[in-house]
T-cell receptor, first 114, second 112 residues
C-alpha cells in the first residue's frame, strides 16, 4: 500500500515548455486534489476532482489543466510553463464528503521554471 | 478578510515547554477543524481533527475549538525537538463544499 505517489519528484523546465505531473493513489479514494505551496502563501488549491471523469477549479487554476480518466490517477498539466509556476506541487486524496477532514498527501514535486 | 488566518512564525521554544498554536476563521459554516503537520521537504499529514466545538486530546497534543469566537488552538505539552515542523490549521464544511481551507502554517522550532 503505497498511499499517494507523485511523478516526477523534481523537474526543471524552460519558459514555454509543457509537462504533466502524475498523481496516483491506491486507497480507492473518490476525491483528489492538486495544490501548490509557495513560501508565505501556504497551500493553494489548483484543481480538484470528486470522482472519475470530473474536475473543478480551485483557487489558482489559471495556466493549469487536469484530467481524471481513471479513479486512481489525477494528472496536472502545464501547457506553457512560466517562472511564476515555480513551486512545490502536492497531490492529495480523500475518501469523500464523510472523510473530507483527512487528506492524504503525496511527497510533492519540486518544479523550477527558468 | 481571509477565510483562515494563521501567524506564520517562526516560533522558537525550549524543549519541554508548552506550545500554543492558533488560527482564526471567518466562515461560520466550518464544522471540521484539523491540524496538519508538515516536516521539511515532506507532504502534510493529519495530526488530529475536531468536529464542531470542544476539546480533543491525543497524547501530548490537545486541540480546542471555540466556534463562538471563531478561534482554534493546538497545544503541545512537553515539546520535543522532533515536534519541529510547520503546523497547518485547516477547516471544512462537508455537505456545502468539497474542499479544505488551509491556513498558511506556523513554523515551529523546538530548541534542545
Amino acid at each position: 500500500n503505497a498511499g499517494v505517489t507523485q511523478t516526477p519528484k523534481f523537474r526543471v523546465l524552460k519558459t514555454g515548455q509543457s509537462m504533466t505531473l502524475l498523481c496516483a493513489q491506491d486507497m480507492n479514494h473518490e476525491y483528489m486534489y492538486w495544490y501548490r505551496q509557495d513560501p508565505g502563501m501556504g497551500l493553494r488549491l489548483i484543481h480538484y476532482s470528486v470522482g472519475e471523469g470530473t474536475t473543478a477549479k480551485g483557487e489558482v487554476p489559471d495556466g493549469y489543466n487536469v484530467s481524471r480518466l481513471k479513479k486512481q490517477n489525477f494528472l496536472l498539466g502545464l501547457e506553457s510553463a512560466a517562472p511564476s509556476q515555480t513551486s512545490v506541487y502536492f497531490c492529495a486524496s480523500t475518501g469523500g464528503t464523510g472523510t473530507l477532514y483527512e487528506q492524504y498527501f503525496g511527497p510533492g514535486t519540486r518544479l523550477t521554471v527558468t | 478578510q481571509k477565510e483562515v488566518e494563521q501567524d506564520p512564525g517562526p516560533l522558537s521554544v525550549p524543549e519541554g515547554a508548552i506550545v500554543s498554536l492558533n488560527c482564526t476563521y471567518s466562515n461560520s459554516a466550518f464544522q471540521y477543524f484539523m491540524w496538519y503537520r508538515q516536516y521539511s521537504r515532506k507532504g502534510p499529514e493529519l495530526l488530529m481533527y475536531t468536529y464542531s466545538s470542544g476539546n480533543k486530546e491525543d497524547g501530548r497534543f490537545t486541540a480546542q475549538v471555540d466556534k463562538s469566537s471563531k478561534y482554534i488552538s493546538l497545544f503541545i505539552r512537553d515539546s520535543q525537538p522532533s515536534d519541529s515542523a510547520t503546523y497547518l490549521c485547516a477547516m471544512s464544511a462537508p455537505g456545502r463544499d468539497d474542499k479544505i481551507i488551509f491556513g498558511k502554517g506556523t513554523r515551529l522550532h523546538i530548541l534542545p
